[in-house]
Antibody
Framework: DVQLVESGGGLVQPGGSLRLSCAASGFTFSNYWMTWVRQAPGKGLEWVAN????????YYLDSVRGRFTISRDNVENSLYLQMDGLRAEDTAVYYC??????????????????WGQGTIVTVSS | ATRLTQSPSSLSASIGDRVTITCRASQAIRKDLGWYQQKPGKAPKFLIY???TLQSGVPSRFSGSGSGTDFTLTISSLQPEDFATYYC?????????FGQGTRVEIK
């Protein structure tokens, strides 16, 4: 079965750090872009960062750039999100997702087709 | 950043109703838009990409249309399992952005 399982969430004080992990199985991990999406309590979805299969490209939400670092290990089939300088507004459920790319002959289209169950990050003193 | 505005923010509908949700982009984004369904406490589910192409396994009562700045998600005959929150997402540029969501409730 194709599966993503996140771990590493928890309670951390403002200014602290956490490292989220996402273990992938059932597909050739290195062939796919991977993404982190978060959802604050009672709020909508927010894209956080993504990374290309060979790690050659990474993109970040402006509000996390310089504080969060996305990385991956294609041998261990794992995705990571190192979160430093955490703020109260980073409190959310964090999901990892597989970013599948479709080509219709003229253009490429992305879609997050596989999601993990989410891991909760709470930033509070 | 491309801003996506969904309307309505919520709606009430009955089983069998036809439901339409709109997503408007702050700039032209070709067909680079997808739709997602999320139920409470669950991860989102991928429904549509390229504005109108159904993801494998998604029921045919779901359809999408639009290009440029205006997009719609239509559920042709609402089923009990369709009560959820729906989000659009643009993959035209970075940062990727979601609409604020549309909650579909039982009337």
């Amino acid at each position: 079965d194709v599966q993503l399982v996140e771990s590493g969430g928890g309670l951390v004080q403002p200014g602290g750090s956490l490292r989220l992990s996402c273990a992938a199985s059932g597909f050739t991990f290195s062939n796919y872009w991977m993404t982190w999406v978060r959802q604050a309590p009672g709020k909508g979805l927010e894209w956080v960062a993504n990374i290309k299969g060979d790690e050659s490209k990474k993109y970040y939400l402006d509000s996390v750039r310089g504080r969060f670092t996305i990385s991956r290990d294609n041998v261990e089939n794992s995705l990571y999100l190192q979160m430093d300088g955490l703020r109260a507004e980073d409190t959310a459920v964090y999901y990892c997702a597989r970013d599948d790319t479709h080509y219709d002959g003229t253009a490429y289209y992305d879609g997050f087709d596989i999601w993990g169950q989410g891991t909760i990050v709470t930033v509070s003193s | 950043a491309t801003r996506l505005t969904q309307s309505p923010s919520s709606l009430s509908a009955s089983i069998g109703d036809r439901v339409t949700i709109t997503c408007r982009a702050s700039q032209a984004i070709r067909k680079d838009l997808g739709w997602y369904q999320q139920k409470p406490g669950k991860a989102p589910k991928f429904l549509i990409y390229a504005a109108s192409t159904l993801q494998s396994g998604v029921p045919s009562r779901f359809s999408g249309s639009g290009s440029g700045t205006d997009f719609t998600l239509t559920i042709s005959s609402l089923q009990p399992e369709d009560f959820a929150t729906y989000y659009c997402l643009q993959d035209y540029d970075y940062p990727r952005t979601f609409g604020q969501g549309t909650r579909v409730e039982i009337k």
